[in-house]
Every structure is written in structure tokens, then in C-alpha cells.
């Protein structure tokens, strides 16, 4: 099978690529960096997706049967620090996208992969969280998810398109950049135990996340693809909540430094979701199963993280 994967070159791009090679598929990625350090049998375009007229080209020349559409500006932060720039390449890119498989009349499953942001603040109440509860994006990047859903639903309704949907909760592993909250942290740690920093410095530890390892995230993207209804969406998450200062104990416990940090408000986001945990059994009756926990994923991090320090 052939796969077309956008944003290849990031953290989850580089991790489908393993997943998928060993099979036997056929990868061809599309990202707006050349990718560094992929298989040769990967071939890449480097061009940006804003481009309508080059990713129909290579959507043609491709004709790929399977698409999975991870590029993006993925971060809540710097959707607050550049909002505009965020909304107008998360949206624009997927609209590209389907336009050019719509133009070009090709036949291929397209996966939309979307974010736990959508659902927006909830109470403890309320989680886990299933996908029928109503979006209440609350940060400029997961606005633009819930357009880039709303669209996947308006051409896989109204033009006919194969697409399924993901609203992937909070995922970690080896590679995964700084920007993200618990790769910065064990960044940090690392630093700590060679004497680079004096402490952690960090946000407010007492949100919750729904945490999954990215080889787990890997395998469900696979599966939705498989198996997953066209115009439905599936959770990816663990269905467990962790706080931050949990994450962050058990991560100071890993690299043997004490457990102390100092607290920097900048780090604070002006709106954010204090508990996000959402419900996977919609995911597991594709017959999805998680193979990794959350100590999993951190001791990657860790090992990863000593490499580059």
C-alpha cells in the first residue's frame, strides 16, 4: 500500500515511518523541511502545503492510497505567542489537501488527525471524555482542529471523500521536541544532573493530561485507517489522568536528581484546561490495545535526551 504521509519530518512522522516500512508499504512524505536521518527508501518533497498548486502535482503524481495528514503548527504555546500565523496554516494546509484529492478525482482514505484541545474546558466531572461531546476549543490552535474537522466532515459528507478522524490526546517519546511540556521537562532533568541548571523551571503542575506513548499513537493511526468508519472520530488516549507534578516526580526519580523546580507565570497559558482525560473504548473495539505506559515513554525521553545534552 502506498502512504503519503505530511509532516513527515516531525516527531510522530519519523516514528509512522517505523511503523510502516517493516510491512512493506510504500512512504512518500511531503513536509516543509527536508527530513534528516529517514530510510532511503523514503522518497520526500519538500515544499510547503500552503502551495496548492505543487501539492496537487504531487498528490497526482503519487496517487497514493492512504493519506495521513500530520502536518501542522502542533503546539497550544506558540499559537498563543502567533494565533493568526497558527489558524491560517492549520486550516489552509488540510483544505489544500483535500481539495487536491477532491479536484484530481483520486480514490484514497484520508486520516485527519485532530487534538484533545477541541473539547475545551471540562470539569473532573465530566471525563472521561467521548467523542460525541460537543467542542469547546478554548486556544487558537484548537480552533483551528475543530475547522480542520469540520471539514473533514463537510467533503467526506457533501463531496464524498474517505476520511476518518483522531482527536489525539497529549503523546511523548524519544525525539519529540522541547516545546512540548513533559520532552522540556526531562530536557531539564538532564541538565540538572550535569550540572547545566539549578532547577526545573516550569508551568503550573496541577493539570491533568491523558499522556500516550507515540508508538501507541503509531499503531491506533494504523488501525483507524484500517478499520475506523469514514466520517467518524476516534480518541487516541490512554484513558488515564496524570497530573504534571506526578509526571514531573517520576521523571526527577529517573534521572536521580531531587524533586525541586521554580515556578515562571510566563509559562502559564492565558486560558487552559485544567483536566483532560479522555475515553479510548470507541478506539478498542477496532481491537486496539495499548502496548506502552507512561514510564515507557518517559524512560525513552530520558535516554534520548542524554544523548543530546
Given at each position: 500500500?502506498?502512504?503519503?504521509?505530511?509532516?513527515?519530518?516531525?516527531?510522530?512522522?519519523?516514528?509512522?515511518?517505523?511503523?510502516?516500512?517493516?510491512?512493506?508499504?510504500?512512504?512518500?512524505?511531503?513536509?516543509?523541511?527536508?527530513?534528516?536521518?529517514?530510510?532511503?527508501?523514503?522518497?520526500?518533497?519538500?515544499?510547503?502545503?500552503?502551495?496548492?498548486?505543487?501539492?496537487?502535482?504531487?498528490?497526482?503524481?503519487?496517487?497514493?492510497?492512504?493519506?495521513?495528514?500530520?502536518?501542522?503548527?502542533?503546539?497550544?504555546?506558540?499559537?498563543?505567542?502567533?494565533?493568526?500565523d497558527c489558524f491560517v496554516n492549520n486550516t489552509n494546509i488540510f483544505l489544500n489537501l483535500v481539495e487536491a484529492v477532491r479536484s484530481s478525482d483520486i480514490k484514497c482514505r484520508i486520516l485527519s488527525v485532530g487534538s484533545s484541545e477541541e473539547y475545551g474546558p471540562v470539569a473532573p466531572t465530566d471525563v472521561p471524555l467521548k467523542e460525541e461531546r460537543p467542542s469547546d476549543p478554548m486556544s487558537p490552535y484548537a480552533v483551528a482542529?475543530?475547522?480542520?474537522?469540520?471539514?473533514?466532515?463537510?467533503?467526506?459528507?457533501?463531496?464524498?471523500?474517505?476520511?476518518?478522524?483522531?482527536?489525539?490526546?497529549?503523546?511523548?517519546?524519544?525525539?519529540?521536541?522541547?516545546?512540548?511540556?513533559?520532552?522540556?521537562?526531562?530536557?531539564?532533568?538532564?541538565?540538572?544532573?550535569?550540572?547545566?541548571?539549578?532547577?526545573?523551571?516550569?508551568?503550573?503542575?496541577?493539570?491533568?493530561?491523558?499522556?500516550?506513548?507515540?508508538?501507541?499513537?503509531?499503531?491506533?493511526?494504523?488501525?483507524?485507517?484500517?478499520?475506523?468508519?469514514?466520517?467518524?472520530?476516534?480518541?487516541?488516549?490512554?484513558?488515564?489522568?496524570?497530573?504534571?507534578?506526578?509526571?514531573?516526580?517520576?521523571?526527577?526519580?529517573?534521572?536521580?536528581?531531587?524533586?525541586?523546580?521554580?515556578?515562571?507565570?510566563?509559562?502559564?497559558?492565558?486560558?487552559?484546561?485544567?483536566?483532560?482525560?479522555?475515553?479510548?473504548?470507541?478506539?478498542?473495539?477496532?481491537?486496539?490495545?495499548?502496548?506502552?505506559?507512561?514510564?515507557?515513554?518517559?524512560?525513552?525521553?530520558?535516554?534520548?535526551?542524554?544523548?543530546?545534552?
Amino acid at each position: 500500500m502506498k502512504y503519503l504521509i505530511t509532516g513527515i519530518s516531525g516527531f510522530v512522522g519519523a516514528h509512522i515511518v517505523r511503523q510502516l516500512l517493516p510491512q512493506g508499504h510504500t512512504v512518500i512524505g511531503v513536509d516543509l523541511a527536508m527530513p534528516v536521518g529517514l530510510p532511503k527508501a523514503v522518497v520526500s518533497y519538500q515544499m510547503s502545503l500552503m502551495d496548492a498548486v505543487a501539492l496537487k502535482d504531487v498528490i497526482v503524481r503519487v496517487r497514493p492510497d492512504r493519506i495521513i495528514h500530520l502536518a501542522s503548527a502542533s503546539s497550544v504555546g506558540y499559537s498563543w505567542e502567533k494565533p493568526v500565523d497558527c489558524f491560517v496554516n492549520n486550516t489552509n494546509i488540510f483544505l489544500n489537501l483535500v481539495e487536491a484529492v477532491r479536484s484530481s478525482d483520486i480514490k484514497c482514505r484520508i486520516l485527519s488527525v485532530g487534538s484533545s484541545e477541541e473539547y475545551g474546558p471540562v470539569a473532573p466531572t465530566d471525563v472521561p471524555l467521548k467523542e460525541e461531546r460537543p467542542s469547546d476549543p478554548m486556544s487558537p490552535y484548537a480552533v483551528a482542529r475543530v475547522a480542520q474537522e469540520h471539514l473533514s466532515k463537510v467533503y467526506a459528507r457533501g463531496y464524498g471523500l474517505d476520511i476518518v478522524c483522531t482527536r489525539s490526546f497529549n503523546h511523548l517519546g524519544a525525539g519529540q521536541t522541547d516545546r512540548f511540556v513533559i520532552s522540556s521537562f526531562v530536557r531539564q532533568a538532564v541538565e540538572v544532573s550535569k550540572g547545566l541548571r539549578p532547577k526545573i523551571t516550569c508551568g503550573s503542575l496541577d493539570i491533568v493530561r491523558d499522556f500516550v506513548d507515540v508508538r501507541d499513537v503509531v499503531r491506533a493511526y494504523e488501525m483507524v485507517l484500517d478499520k475506523g468508519i469514514s466520517g467518524e472520530i476516534y480518541n487516541v488516549c490512554s484513558g488515564r489522568g496524570v497530573s504534571l507534578r506526578e509526571v514531573l516526580e517520576v521523571i526527577c526519580r529517573k534521572v536521580g536528581i531531587p524533586f525541586e523546580f521554580t515556578q515562571d507565570a510566563h509559562l502559564i497559558r492565558p486560558i487552559d484546561n485544567p483536566v483532560i482525560v479522555g475515553s479510548n473504548e470507541k478506539l478498542m473495539k477496532l481491537g486496539f490495545a495499548l502496548s506502552y505506559d507512561l514510564e515507557h515513554a518517559i524512560d525513552d525521553l530520558v535516554s534520548w535526551w542524554k544523548t543530546k545534552i
